[in-house]
């Protein structure tokens, strides 16, 4: 056969990029705030070469997503081919910055093919699926209709590589599909949280001690679960590239999916810098105020703290109980409570629980107290709004008779109705009770795990307490008529956010704090922690706390999260100022800006291993470099004006086998295409990033999951102490030896 009829090799610098996800344009859980706010910075690289793919909502959709005709033609007559099947999609262009393309397609057009799938993937594959598990149903559906897309799009577009990235079990049905119809497609999974993780660390186990001794099959089995570990384990073994968004996650997957993870992407956000640190601080304390509204309302008949004198905690996510870390914020809250009234201290602290959970209703005192403090606000304004109209008619009419007398009489400016009036209200706000510790009432109130441990620590929210508590089963939004503000506003008014998770493979929660100024304590069982650990070289310096819940034990851990929030209570205004600047400095390693080419990486290595001819010329210009001529290092302990942290080369953050890959200097360094690319029409003055970043020596371990947790091939670049490099050393060292045995002791 003559070269000619051999086919085209595919462009791998213009190549196309699907990126799916159960989360495109349909909000469930913490997946869709990462392809949410990852899309700008995507859709800015790549234009209109980007399509996600995901589920059809219809509820959700015709909110999220402006529907357009596809002008690809390839895409065209793939989405006609599959219409004219029974396929029920709608592509459009996503309604947020830089609109990318969105192709959601409708799994229940499909489910007559159902039983078919299911006997295919378990003749192809072995993966049983049962009847009922309808969860399992929609991802199998979703699974097969994206391979069948890819399978025919991949016919029709013959110019341009294709790169597809799937995010969680949920869509990563379709890449052992692909790998088995071998459709010439490039595959990257990332998994941000395991199953057998969640599940395993849901129950009383010490899961991180015992992660290689667990039998995977069995422990998914005896949870209901068998059939979707082996989704998420064949699509991470039948990926091209295979990552997780920390090295925490990464330590578990390995053990649990049984693969090593090429990588790992964390997790960012679309940071917003102020042209002045001030503003920020601004916003702070206009939050800060309306949560003192609440407080007033809340604590009626209690009100007996100064509230300039008062510190607002919290702690937010999903309802788990032991996972999330709860038990071992409350604890520390008694034992912080404690500390604080044998200390004699004047300071409160007033700390909030935002989990949603099963409720019935606003309770009557939560609203009651809302109710009474608006009608003595309203009535002192208007007693304030009588008073000065009669000090205004009276000065007016002031001609100066009186000799010697004042000019005008305090006594007379109060009426006597506005007296009753007052009396009226203030007799209101008495009770008899306690401020309420929940502000719903609970739907099982008396087996709730929150409420539980709070009466075992006794934190009723009595008048000697100098630890408040504040249960909120409920999302926070603008709208509530108890503490009517949006999550971001709550938590810019906030002092400290505290997250103690036992299982939290990113962890959004800190991160968002980090972005808005406010310190957090998380653990280094979370993914964040791990992540600013390896980069902070005193990360409490600049309001990262983390606990240690690795290698300490539970008790060491909850006094360790005390003396953190003992040390934050303890601070004064101008020392939590200065903490809140450098909290925010920090925001710009969590940009999507700097993150965003982790994924840039990944796709470049999936390129690579997927057709290496096409950089066979490249690496030979290359002579074989890496990503870095520089060290790894950690941020040292900040000055008195700690200057904003920067990354300095791309790769300070990168964690992919570059070594072993032979991915080229040419690719990143300088950053031009990727830079170039999420840089337009980019305002951002260039100069923000003036203070250099230096960085402390890693160390490289053994496994993903030693010590730092970073240990990848290629981590530290050029600078690796090669073979011959030791045998020198070793020679020198002997030559040494022998002229000081040779000239004795004393021979100098």
Not at 614 to 621: R, V
Request: aromatic share 10%; with cysteine; glycine share 8%.
């Amino acid at each position: 056969m003559s070269s000619s009829s051999a086919p085209p090799m595919r462009d791998v610098h213009n190549h196309l990029l699907f990126e799916c996800a159960w989360e495109v344009a349909n909000k469930v859980g913490g997946i869709y705030t990462v392809i949410k706010t990852k899309a700008p910075v995507t859709a800015a690289e790549y234009g209109d070469r980007l399509t996600l793919i995901g589920p059809l909502n219809y509820k959700t959709a015709p909110m999220e997503v402006d529907p357009v005709e596809p002008d690809n033609e390839p895409l065209r007559l793939t989405l006609e081919s599959m219409a004219s099947r029974g396929v029920k999609f709608l592509y459009g262009r996503w309604l947020i910055d830089r609109a990318p393309r969105v192709l959601l397609f409708d799994t229940g057009s499909m489910y007559s093919k159902l039983d078919e799938w299911k006997g295919d993937l378990w003749n192809s594959a072995g993966i049983p699926t049962p009847q009922n598990d309808h969860e399992t149903n929609e991802t199998l559906v979703f699974g097969y209709l994206v391979a069948w897309f890819l399978g025919e799009f991949a016919v029709r577009e013959r110019q341009k590589a294709i790169v597809a990235h799937f995010h969680e079990w949920q869509a990563g049905l379709a890449i052992p599909l692909c790998r088995q119809r071998r459709i010439d497609v490039t595959t990257i999974f990332t998994t941000h949280a395991t199953l057998l993780g969640r599940y395993l660390c849901a129950g009383s186990v010490d899961f991180y001690n015992n992660l290689q001794y667990f039998d995977v099959d069995h422990e998914a089995g005896k949870r209901g679960i068998y059939h979707r570990y082996c989704i998420e384990r064949a699509a991470a073994h039948c990926a091209d590239v295979f990552t997780t968004v920390s090295h925490i996650t990464a330590y578990e997957s390995e053990h649990l999916l049984k693969r090593k993870p090429d990588g790992v992407l964390p997790n960012g956000l679309n940071v917003v810098k102020f042209s002045a640190m001030h503003e920020f601080q601004n916003l702070h304390a206009q939050a800060k105020n309306k949560i003192a509204e609440f407080i007033k309302g809340h604590f009626y008949g209690h009100y007996d703290f100064d509230l300039d004198n008062t510190l607002y905690f919290f702690t937010a996510g999903r309802y788990e109980y032991r996972n999330k870390g709860v038990d071992m914020f409350i604890e520390a809250l008694a034992r912080l409570n404690y500390r604080l009234q044998k200390a004699g201290s004047k300071t409160t602290v007033v700390a909030f629980i935002i989990m949603p959970a099963a409720t019935n209703s606003y309770t009557i005192e939560a609203l009651k107290g809302q109710a009474v403090t608006k009608q003595l606000r309203d009535t002192v304004e208007q007693i304030q709004a009588r008073i000065g109209e009669r000090l205004f008619e009276r000065t007016a009419r002031y001609q100066g008779e009186a000799h010697g007398a004042d000019l005008v009489d305090p006594a007379t400016l109060l009426s006597e109705s506005d007296k009753i009036l007052l009396k009226r209200r203030i007799f209101a706000l008495k009770r008899n009770s306690l401020p309420p510790v929940v502000t719903h009432n609970m739907a099982d109130d008396a087996n709730d795990p929150i409420l539980n441990q709070i009466r075992r620590v006794q934190l009723f929210n009595r008048p000697q307490d100098r630890v408040k508590v504040i249960f909120h089963p409920e999302f926070l939004n603008a709208n509530n008529p108890i503490l009517g503000l949006d999550y971001e506003e709550f938590v810019r008014g906030c002092h400290l956010g505290v997250f103690p998770s036992y299982y939290e493979p990113w962890g959004y929660t800190p991160a968002e704090c980090t972005v808005m100024g406010v310190p957090s304590i998380t653990t280094n069982l979370s993914g964040f922690g791990c992540f600013m650990e390896d980069l902070l070289e005193t990360p409490e310096q600049y309001g990262i706390g983390i606990v240690d819940r690795r290698t300490c034990s539970v008790e060491e851990s909850v006094e360790g999260l005390a003396s953190s929030m003992e040390k934050m209570a303890l601070m004064n205004r101008r020392q939590r100022i200065a903490l809140r600047n450098r909290t925010e400095r920090l925001s710009d390693l969590l940009d999507w800006k700097k993150l965003g080419l982790e994924y840039a990486k990944a796709r470049q290595l999936a390129l690579r291993r997927a057709y290496p001819d096409s950089f066979a010329q490249e690496d030979d210009e290359d002579g074989g470099l890496g990503y870095f001529d520089e060290s790894n290092s950690k941020v040292p302990p900040p000055a008195s004006i700690p200057g904003s942290p920067r990354v300095r080369t791309p790769g300070d953050l990168a964690t992919l086998t570059e070594d072993m890959q032979g991915l080229g200097t040419s690719d990143y360094r300088g950053s031009a295409a990727f830079w170039q690319a999420i840089g337009k029409n980019d305002d951002e003055d260039e100069e923000i990033f003036k203070f250099p970043l230096v960085m402390k020596q890693r160390h490289r371990g053994s496994s993903v999951g030693s010590a730092s947790g970073v240990s990848t091939p290629g981590l530290l670049g050029g600078k690796t102490l090669s073979a011959t490099d030791l045998d020198r050393a070793d020679e020198a060292l002997s030559q040494h030896q022998s002229g000081v045995n040779g000239n004795g002791r004393n021979g100098h």
